[in-house]
């Protein structure tokens, strides 16, 4: 409505003006620098552009300040300043030959991971599920190893950071459900299916977003890690294991929401220093029976979560 009313003023001026003859050339100055200059009179920024004037007595204001809470109309762009912004480096440091060669070495490992895990699409989409199910987990390995390269050789960066992140989501957030999928093909009603996997790959986009924005816990993780869920599920159908397709489609259901809960679940690192006795256990049950043993192993986990929660909340 304002710029409409201006238009019309304008107009009438131009008619006045070769009338009588008395129009002048500020009358047709532009709608957005008219408004411009209303703006800079009512929040008195004329009076702070003189050169002897450097902050408003009455505002106790520099200029910038005032620029800072005058509204902006949706009118015109806002006025943006031209700054020099130089190409940001991918990698920081120091940027000798030895250290490209490392960084390279370790996107290497983040790159082979996201190409295992398109192989393990297209394998499954072949019917070879267990062949796709190595390859997932062989994406595993690929994973855990980026990282600890890039720390171990001080090439860890933000675009390394990145680029894990995403190749986590296509091989662990797309490439597993798919497998999972493909697995399922028989066994349960295709709609159960999808819905199992799908609720896999939502949740595993959501962790790992979480886990870009989040403070970092050098105990714990909150909510089963993508890699881990992605290796169980791996490992699952690489294996076989000899139960219902139903209860199948409840545990990848179950482990999906474990991914987005805030449940604590302990780091690699603090189960590898537990004590060597209670490792016993665990291998001499592979020895009798693999499924049975990795089965139990899971549930552990997955239970170990809400304990470590209840936990928590009875000692704080």
Same mark, same amino acid.
């Given at each position: 409505?304002?710029?409409?009313?201006?238009?019309?003023?304008?107009?009438?001026?131009?008619?006045?003006?070769?009338?009588?003859?008395?129009?002048?050339?500020?009358?047709?100055?532009?709608?957005?620098?008219?408004?411009?200059?209303?703006?800079?009179?009512?929040?008195?920024?004329?009076?702070?552009?003189?050169?002897?004037?450097?902050?408003?007595?009455?505002?106790?204001?520099?200029?910038?300040?005032?620029?800072?809470?005058?509204?902006?109309?949706? %009118?015109?762009?806002?006025?943006?300043?031209?700054?020099?912004?130089?190409? !940001?480096?991918?990698?920081?440091?120091?940027?000798?030959?030895?250290?490209?060669?490392?960084?390279?070495?370790? @996107?290497?490992? /983040?790159?082979?991971?996201?190409?295992?895990?398109?192989?393990?699409?297209?394998?499954?989409?072949?019917?070879?599920?267990?062949?796709?199910?190595?390859?997932?987990?062989?994406?595993?390995?690929?994973?855990?190893?980026?990282?600890?390269?890039?720390?171990?050789?001080?090439? %860890?960066?933000?675009?390394? =950071?990145?680029?894990?992140?995403?190749?986590?989501?296509?091989?662990?957030?797309?490439?597993?459900?798919?497998?999972?999928?493909?697995?399922?093909? +028989?066994?349960?009603?295709?709609?159960? =299916?999808?819905?199992?996997?799908?609720?896999?790959?939502?949740?595993?986009? !959501?962790?790992?977003?979480?886990? @870009?924005?989040?403070?970092?816990?050098?105990?714990?993780?909150?909510?089963?890690?993508?890699?881990? %869920?992605?290796?169980?599920?791996?490992?699952?159908?690489?294996?076989?294991?000899?139960?219902?397709?139903?209860?199948?489609?409840?545990?990848?259901?179950?482990?999906?929401?474990?991914?987005?809960?805030?449940?604590?679940?302990?780091?690699?690192?603090?189960?590898?220093?537990?004590?060597? #006795?209670? #490792?016993? =256990?665990?291998? !001499?049950?592979?020895?009798?029976?693999?499924?049975?043993?990795?089965?139990?192993?899971?549930? +552990?986990?997955?239970?170990?979560?809400?304990?470590? #929660?209840?936990?928590?909340?009875? /000692? %704080?």
């Amino acid at each position: 409505m304002r710029r409409s009313s201006t238009f019309a003023r304008q107009v009438l001026l131009v008619r006045v003006g070769r009338r009588d003859g008395d129009l002048h050339p500020g009358d047709l100055a532009p709608t957005e620098h008219r408004y411009a200059d209303r703006q800079r009179r009512r929040y008195g920024l004329d009076r702070l552009s003189r050169p002897t004037l450097g902050v408003d007595p009455t505002l106790g204001l520099d200029r910038a300040g005032v620029e800072a809470v005058m509204p902006v109309s949706p %009118a015109m762009p806002p006025m943006m300043q031209a700054d020099e912004v130089g190409p !940001i480096p991918l990698l920081p440091g120091e940027r000798t030959m030895a250290r490209r060669m490392k960084f390279g070495l370790v @996107n290497a490992c /983040t790159l082979a991971s996201l190409m295992l895990g398109m192989l393990a699409i297209f394998l499954a989409m072949q019917g070879e599920v267990r062949i796709a199910a190595l390859c997932l987990i062989a994406c595993v390995g690929f994973d855990g190893l980026d990282g600890a390269l890039a720390r171990r050789l001080g090439v %860890a960066s933000p675009f390394g =950071a990145q680029m894990d992140s995403l190749a986590d989501m296509c091989s662990f957030g797309l490439a597993a459900p798919v497998v999972v999928y493909a697995s399922l093909a +028989g066994s349960v009603s295709t709609a159960a =299916a999808a819905v199992a996997c799908a609720l896999v790959a939502a949740c595993a986009a !959501i962790r790992l977003a979480r886990f @870009n924005v989040s403070p970092k816990d050098g105990r714990f993780f909150c909510g089963v890690p993508t890699t881990m %869920a992605a290796a169980v599920l791996a490992v699952t159908v690489a294996i076989g294991l000899p139960v219902p397709g139903a209860v199948l489609v409840a545990g990848v259901a179950l482990l999906a929401f474990a991914m987005v809960s805030s449940f604590p679940y302990a780091k690699l690192a603090r189960l590898v220093k537990l004590p060597p #006795w209670l #490792w016993l =256990a665990p291998v !001499i049950g592979a020895l009798v029976d693999i499924r049975l043993t990795f089965a139990l192993i899971v549930v +552990g986990y997955l239970v170990s979560g809400p304990v470590l #929660w209840l936990r928590q909340r009875r /000692t %704080a």
